[in-house]
């Protein structure tokens, strides 16, 4: 261990000695750095960590899934998806199965890469499955912005694009969660810059640090939450500073906000937030898949015994569900915690019993 | 899923530029900055350039991710 983290180490000890405290990570990849560092053992008991809903995959509700199963069965569509989708469990299938069973699905790393897809398959429609927090959804609008330069008229979109701060409001006022302070996530604050978490300082009274995903970094961000909270003075300090600054990235931003608008959004485990979601404008609904093609109501149900919900919200540790390393693993995964290689539940069960070493 | 990884630019083709790292190049799309130069450090995230960074910040990043994946204890 180097001595920086050790100084780290001795004065998270300090500032929390004689306090319970509640701190939620709420970015998926800083809840693998943490699980991957063993930063939660190493901590003092009284500091808990707490893992939000940061890992898009894991929040996807089981209707989209279904959705985007159904769409892989239609022989003129081809799929394209960022690799974690694939293997979460729809109500009766996967879209890794469906792919086995002939369905034309297609891993890509960026959602730019459907371009190409489109242009040597006009006779086919290429749906990209649009699912990701603020730092992926530029990378998106970019991909219909080239579509329309273009003039790409077979490349669509299923849409369920997520915000971060309407559901950090919904997990501040949360009377059993209780959180003193948030590790607020890297790259997502690249893009929306710094101002809109500054309303859980100010009428929340929590401390909020956005935080580089380094074990260095994030120690350092533990302890200005403990300061904040010490000294009961809140405000949204930038630990990631040089990647992050106040007003983000603002051509980001206006992409964002030329195709999309805020919609009310169902969060697995969570339920419906208020305008959390992002769908296409009527002008851009051509790029709507469920504009051109009319998808049927989806009967989808949760895999029986399955508690992500309660792991998404921080009500249990993964470890708490009866189904957490039995029945479910991250080699035959049940719930979407589990299968994103940023879900809590894959973290937890991929660096477990991991101990500090000195 | 919201990772990103930073590199240097070098080589501009229209909204495209060439980036290395460590051995590693690849193609990201620069429409969401303004202003990239070959020299340049930015950070990618799914095939775009998302952040210009300085060389500073780069290779300290640089640095913390080697860390993250050389060490799984601290």
């Given at each position: 261990m180097k001595l920086e983290s050790k100084e780290l180490i001795e004065g998270i000890k300090r500032l929390s000695k004689g306090k319970s405290v509640n701190l939620m990570e709420v970015c998926g990849t800083h809840t693998v750095a943490i699980a991957r560092s063993g930063i939660r053992e190493i901590l003092p008991e009284n500091v808990r960590l707490i893992s939000g809903p940061g890992c898009p995959v894991c929040v996807t509700p089981q209707e989209y899934i279904d959705k985007a199963i159904y769409l892989s069965r239609q022989k003129d569509i081809i799929i394209t998806t960022f690799g974690d989708l694939i293997r979460v469990p729809g109500t009766d299938s996967s879209l890794e199965r469906e792919r086995s069973l002939g369905a034309d699905i297609r891993v890509v790393y960026s959602p730019a890469q459907s371009i190409d897809i489109a242009k040597q398959n006009t006779e086919k429609k290429v749906v990209f499955?649009?699912?990701?927090?603020e730092t992926t959804i530029p990378t998106i609008t970019g991909t219909l912005e080239m579509a329309l330069r273009e003039n790409i008229r077979n490349l669509h979109i299923l849409c369920a694009h997520k915000v971060v701060p309407p559901a950090l409001e919904v997990l501040a006022k949360s009377p059993d969660l209780n959180i003193d302070g948030f590790i607020l996530p890297g790259h997502v604050s690249t893009i929306?810059?710094?101002?809109?978490?500054?309303f859980l300082a100010r009428d929340h009274k929590k401390a909020c640090v956005i935080s580089g995903f380094a074990p260095t970094q994030i120690l350092e961000t533990i302890l200005l939450l403990l300061n904040q909270i010490h000294t009961k003075q809140f405000s949204v300090l930038n630990q990631y500073t040089g990647t992050v600054d106040y007003d983000g990235n603002k051509r980001a931003m206006s992409s964002i906000k030329k195709f999309l608008e805020p919609v009310d959004s169902v969060w697995r485990g969570i339920g419906t937030i208020p305008s959390s979601g992002l769908r296409l404008r009527d002008e851009f609904s051509s790029f709507d898949i469920e504009v051109v093609v009319s998808i049927p109501l989806m009967k989808s149900k949760e895999p029986a015994g399955c508690r992500c919900g309660d792991v998404l919200k921080g009500k249990i540790y993964p470890s708490d569900c009866p189904l957490f390393g039995r029945v479910c693993t991250y080699e035959n995964p049940v719930g979407a915690c589990m299968v994103s290689s940023e879900g809590s539940c894959a973290a937890y069960y991929r660096f477990a019993n991991r101990k500090n070493s000195q | 899923m919201c990772l990103g990884i930073p590199m240097k630019v070098v080589e501009i083709n229209d909204n495209k530029a060439l980036c290395e790292q460590g051995g590693t190049s690849v193609e990201a799309y620069l429409d969401m900055l303004e202003d990239v130069r070959v020299g340049d450090y930015i950070l990618i995230h799914a095939g775009f350039a998302i952040k210009k960074l300085s060389e500073e910040d780069a290779s300290e990043t640089i640095r913390l991710l080697n860390e993250i994946m050389a060490t799984e204890n601290l």
């Open positions: 499955l649009a699912v990701g927090f929306i810059g710094i101002k809109p978490y500054e | -």
